[in-house]
């Protein structure tokens, strides 16, 4: 069973740093491209940061491009977003996926989603 737990969250002071890790078990790692997604208070979810299977390509959505950055280390079956900068617009639960595109197509094959860790930020 495919299951994917993120962790990291927590209250943050504006202009604040974050880093957030989804661990991934019940499949190969390293055959699906991950990313970030995050529903902020009253919003629909979104898209806000994609990487490919060997963390070789990146994607952003323009609202983190510069303060946000996603990696993965296969080895550990892990997936991070290191956050800075932090905005009370940040606010929201964030959630992993894996098996979307980093532009966050949907494929056929798998599209697994974690229960999202909440981030705060605020003062």
């Known amino acids: 069973q495919v299951q994917l737990v993120e962790s990291g969250g927590g209250l943050v002071r504006p202009g604040g740093s974050l880093t957030l890790s989804c661990v991934g078990s019940?499949?190969?790692?390293?055959?699906?491209?991950m990313g970030w997604y995050r529903q902020r208070p009253g919003k629909e979810r979104e898209f806000v940061a994609g990487i490919t299977t060997l963390g070789g390509d990146t994607n952003y959505a323009d609202s983190v491009k510069g303060r946000f950055t996603i990696s993965r280390d296969n080895a550990k079956n892990t997936m991070y977003l290191q956050m800075n900068s932090l905005k009370p617009d940040d606010t929201a639960v964030y959630y992993c996926?894996?098996?979307?595109?980093?532009?966050?197509?949907?494929?056929?094959?798998?599209?697994?989603w974690g229960e999202g860790t909440q981030v705060t930020v605020s003062s």
């Open positions: 019940g499949f190969t790692f390293s055959s699906l491209a």
């Open positions: 996926n894996a098996g979307r595109t980093i532009y966050g197509v949907i494929l056929p094959s798998d599209d697994y």
